[in-house]
């Protein structure tokens, strides 16, 4: 997938400005404990790299894009350089549904957010809040599920029948995103572009559209008035963002703070690396650093090669899905094969 693509109601002629509308700071779970990833450092290089609106979406947590106000206020007063929006993405965990699914709010307070919460169960329950509040909500990478989970084509197709916004994510391949351009086209909805990055690869993949203020924008993006820009993935693209996280780690030069979270999911990893990254030898420059690194970005290799895989295969069972619907000749099939 390449080059912007034009919302269903985008009027030539507007001033537009630009965001990454998914981004994850070191308050997420799943990110590295390094200043370069903090809610601050994310915020200046989002001005850098010319956004004129910023929020974070860490998992189930507001606490980054609140201490980053804090700290914006404490400096600036009222007037930021960049308005800041809050986020989150919060797991939506409907039995129904079968799979769960992944959601970014923005606009909403912390009452909210913890009202959502106690309706992460009820995907009908947790939507019709949204409309009630007005918040603006989007149906995160549709094609992504957790280990050991899966969904048809059908249950995703009324996923996205579901919500105003579905989002095109820069950790999917071109496939699969092509996949979810198509559903929005056949369901009449609107898309953003996002980088969905735990790294500080702020814009690589964003949104363009009208508005002064945060509720403006967000808002001409539901209504489609709005360009996405976005931005696949690949194995290549993968192990750089690896080799990225490796150098944000030894750039530190020293000992590196191991969160509590850090690799929960892989205990005898866990082991290893507190071992190593705790390690303040191992954390200076010389060879057993260099070593190190290199064994590292290696080791990584297999688990990105697998993440890439699965995608594919997701993409072929689709295929097969839409052979057997008599749908081989569909427009989305056609994308999805030029775009090998």
């Given amino acids: 997938m390449q080059g912007p693509i034009e919302g269903r109601n985008f009027r030539e002629g507007q001033e537009l400005a630009k965001a990454d509308l998914h981004l994850h700071s070191n308050y997420s779970y799943d990110v590295i404990n390094v200043p370069a990833l903090s809610p601050r450092a994310l915020y200046d290089r989002a001005i850098e790299r010319g956004m004129g609106f910023f929020t974070l979406t860490d998992h189930e947590t507001m606490r980054g894009v609140l201490a980053l106000r804090d700290e914006l206020d404490a400096e600036f007063g009222s007037e930021h350089p960049i308005p800041v929006m809050n986020g989150i993405e919060i797991y939506v965990k409907d039995r129904e549904v079968g799979h769960v699914i992944h959601v970014n709010v923005l606009?909403?307070?912390?009452?909210?957010?913890?009202?959502?919460?106690?309706?992460?169960?009820?995907?009908?329950?947790?939507?019709?809040?949204?409309?009630?509040?007005?918040?603006?909500?989007?149906?995160?990478?549709?094609?992504?599920?957790?280990?050991?989970?899966?969904?048809?084509?059908?249950?995703i197709s009324d996923l996205v029948a579901m919500f105003p916004v579905i989002e095109l994510n820069a950790g999917r391949i071109s496939q699969l995103n092509w996949r979810t351009v198509e559903l929005a086209r056949e369901h009449g909805r609107n898309l953003v572009a996002a980088s969905d990055s735990h790294t500080g690869r702020i814009g690589r993949a964003y949104t363009m559209a009208p508005g002064r203020t945060p509720e403006q924008f967000l808002g001409n993006i539901t209504d489609g008035n709005s360009v996405v820009v976005p931005r696949n993935t690949s194995l290549k693209e993968f192990i750089s963002e690896v080799q990225d996280t490796i150098d944000l780690v030894f750039g530190l030069q020293h000992a590196f703070p191991i969160k509590r979270t850090f690799l929960r999911q892989h205990p005898k990893l866990r082991v290893l690396a507190k071992v190593a990254l705790g390690s303040e030898r191992v954390m200076q420059p010389g060879k057993l650093q260099a070593m190190v690194r290199r064994s590292l970005a290696l080791i990584a290799y297999a688990p990105a090669s697998h993440f890439i895989l699965e995608q594919k295969r997701m993409n072929q069972r689709l295929e097969k899905a839409l052979a057997e619907a008599g749908l081989a000749d569909s427009p989305l099939t056609e994308e999805a094969r030029l775009a090998h």
């Fill in 107 to 155: 606009g909403l307070d912390p009452k909210q957010a913890n009202q959502l919460a106690k309706r992460r169960k009820n995907l009908g329950k947790f939507l019709d809040f949204c409309r009630a509040e007005g918040l603006y909500h989007v149906y995160n990478h549709p094609f992504w599920f957790e280990n050991g989970e899966s969904a048809s084509l059908e249950t």
